[in-house]
Each structure stands twice: as C-alpha cells, then as structure tokens.
C-alpha cells in the first residue's frame, strides 16, 4: 500500500467518525450538552486558532513537552547504551528497573508536586519519567541486534571497545533509538495534557480543558481542545516519522534474503 492511498484511507476514516457524531448528536441520540455536533466543535476549535491566550497556553505546553522529551533521551541513550554493552550492570539494575517502569506518572504528582513545588519542573519530571522508558528498552533492544560480524571484524583490525561502540553499535542502534524517541513523543504529549489538568495549575493546553470542564455548557470547549491535543500529536508523528524516513532509509531497505528474484529471461 502506497504512502497516498494510507493518506486517503485515513482521511476516509476521520470522515466517517466526524459524520458519525455529527448525525449522533443532531438525531438527537445523545444530548447536545454531552455531545455537541461535531461542526461545531471543529468550528471552536479553528476559532481558537485566533485566541492569543489559548496559542500562548499550548506553547506552554510544548515547551514543557519538548523539555521533558529531551531530557528523557539524553538519560535512556547513555542509560541503554550502558546497560546494553554491560551485562553486569543491567543484571544488577534489572529489578529496579522492572519496579519503576509499571508506576503511573500521574499517580506521582502529588509526591513530586510535594518535592519540586508546583509549575514546570513538577510537569518536565513527570514528562521525562514517563518518556524514558520506551527509549530505553529500544536502546538496549537495538545493541543487541547489532550485527556481530561488524563488531567481530573491527575488533580484529585492533579497534577498542569505544571505536566499535562508536563506529557500529551506536549507528545500528540509531534507528532503534528512533523508533523509541517517536513513541516517546506521544506519551510525553499525553503526560503534558494529563498533568496539566490533574494538577489543576499553570497555564497550558490541559488547563484550558480543565476549565472548561467547570462551564455549564463547557462541553464544546473541552472537545475543542481534545481536537487541538489531537492534532498536535498527529503533526508530531508525522515529522518524527519523516525524519526516521529520511536518515534511516537504508535500514528500510530488502536485505538479500527479502528481495525478490529477478526473473529470467527466455
């Protein structure tokens, strides 16, 4: 399947959920108070493109994701790396792991709100703890695909541990780390939003939500603003996605055994 036809298939799809709810709420199905038509809540949504207070609130929020994102890679890559080229110290570290990794974030905003205070660093912490992991584990994942052949031969011309670390288990694992850092993206985003309104503080794209949640007939606003959050996320997928397609083509590429074979000619 081509890269258009996914375009018009998920452009099909996002038709039909929007003609859904339009024709739910205007038959009445569902109350307009719990589920306004889904025009309206797109018109919302597009005039609020114009509220400068809103667009201030969602740069708050990006920059709190961007910040919690990047400090969750630059501690899962060398974490990963390590753990991955020595077995002792992930033997070591395995349990701790293990106990960390299923702890909700958002469970962890009152300890962390009681430790850092209320504000960013609070959001960024609870950002960058629930960003690490998938980074992580695909750090450490990707090390241990690396072609042994490649680190054998390199070690063979005399190269020590760092130049083999440098030369092919960390290119080979780039894409791994990539793959990684875009879910991680997703999930920061959701913390970001999440926290945001469960802390109930600040500025940013949850507040909005949060507030609105306490308007007689804030219900459009809240959906408005679950369509910004959307579309957020879908923008950033989609460069992320590009990049990996752009730096990483060659490890999309058939290896040997995927190819087809050419056919002969009679």
Do not use: H
């Not at 719990?34 to 018109?43: F, M, Q």
């Not at 083999?164 to 993206?185: D, K, M, Q, W």
């Not at 503080?201 to 507040?207: A, D, E």
């Not at 957020?232 to 490890?251: D, Q």
């Amino acid at each position: 399947m081509t890269r258009r036809q996914d375009f018009l298939l998920g452009v099909l799809g996002a038709a039909a959920a929007f003609g859904a709810c339009e024709a739910v709420s205007r038959a009445g199905i569902v109350r307009r108070a719990y589920l306004p038509p889904a025009s309206e809540v797109l018109a919302r949504a597009a005039r609020l493109a114009g509220d400068r207070a809103f667009l201030d609130g969602i740069g708050v929020t990006l920059r709190a994701w961007a910040l919690g994102l990047g400090l969750a890679c630059a501690i899962a890559v060398p974490l990963g790396l390590l753990l991955g080229a020595v077995p002792v110290v992930e033997a070591a570290v395995r349990a701790l792991i293990e106990f960390l990794r299923p702890l909700p974030s958002v469970a962890l905003i009152p300890l962390v709100s009681l430790l850092l205070g209320s504000g960013t660093r609070t959001e960024v912490t609870l950002i960058a703890y629930a960003s690490l992991w998938p980074v992580l584990f695909n750090t450490v994942y990707g090390l241990a695909e690396t072609d042994p052949l490649a680190k054998d031969t390199l070690r063979a011309f005399g190269f020590g541990r760092v130049a083999v670390l440098l030369r092919v288990e960390l290119p080979a694992t780039a894409p791994f780390i990539a793959a990684g850092v875009r879910i991680s993206a997703s999930v920061a985003l959701i913390l970001a939003v999440a926290t945001e309104i469960l802390s109930g503080f600040g500025q940013g794209l949850g507040i909005f939500i949060a507030e609105a949640q306490t308007e007689p007939d804030g219900t459009r606003d809240v959906l408005a603003g679950v369509v910004w959050a959307g579309v957020l996320g879908l923008v950033i997928n989609g460069v992320l996605v590009g990049a990996e397609r752009r730096l990483f083509a060659w490890a999309r590429e058939p290896g040997p055994a995927q190819r087809k074979p050419a056919r002969s000619r009679a």
